[in-house]
């Protein structure tokens, strides 16, 4: 299984790839820090499913962080994009925050899920909600993971 995984905060996406480690499970992980590295790599590649975050920096830095500035739901962007280019996959979304301007209007992270449903029935998984002083998200983060391995029929 080929996982893109589209995190530009060093922590988190140590988090997240430890959680991927627990699994025991031989997955090809490709990772990316940018919102035009994401897109590169979904132009060029085929994943069997995307973890993406919410905001992202618009392009690479030489160092192990992203830059330029932040697009607050480049995540959704990338999942677009991927659409697209008729190369979708389904789509777990991980983000640290529960409420996302949006204009004048606020989204909760509920108004997010409902919003992504709608708009990806078929790749969106779920949003988890990364808290990196609470390991719970991990548990619900593998338990999707699961569940789209089950459904590819790879069980582990």
Do not use: C
């Amino acid at each position: 299984m080929k996982i893109l995984v589209v995190e530009d905060e060093k922590y988190k996406r140590d988090q997240v790839l430890e959680a991927l480690e627990t699994m025991d499970f031989d997955f090809e992980i490709v990772i990316s820090i940018s919102f035009n590295d994401a897109i590169s790599k979904v132009d060029t590649d085929q994943f069997d499913l995307l973890v993406l975050d919410m905001s992202l920096p618009t392009y690479s830095h030489q160092n192990e962080d992203g830059g330029g500035s932040a697009q607050s739901f480049g995540g959704i962007d990338v999942l677009r994009h991927a659409e697209f280019a008729d190369n979708l996959a389904p789509a777990i979304f991980i983000t640290q925050y529960k409420h996302f301007d949006q204009g004048e209007n606020e989204l909760t992270l509920e108004d997010l899920r409902r919003d992504l449903h709608e708009e990806f029935e078929r790749a969106f998984v779920d949003v988890v909600y990364y808290r990196y002083i609470n390991e719970t998200w991990k548990e619900t983060f593998v338990n999707l993971i699961k569940e789209q391995l089950s459904k590819m029929g790879r069980l582990i």
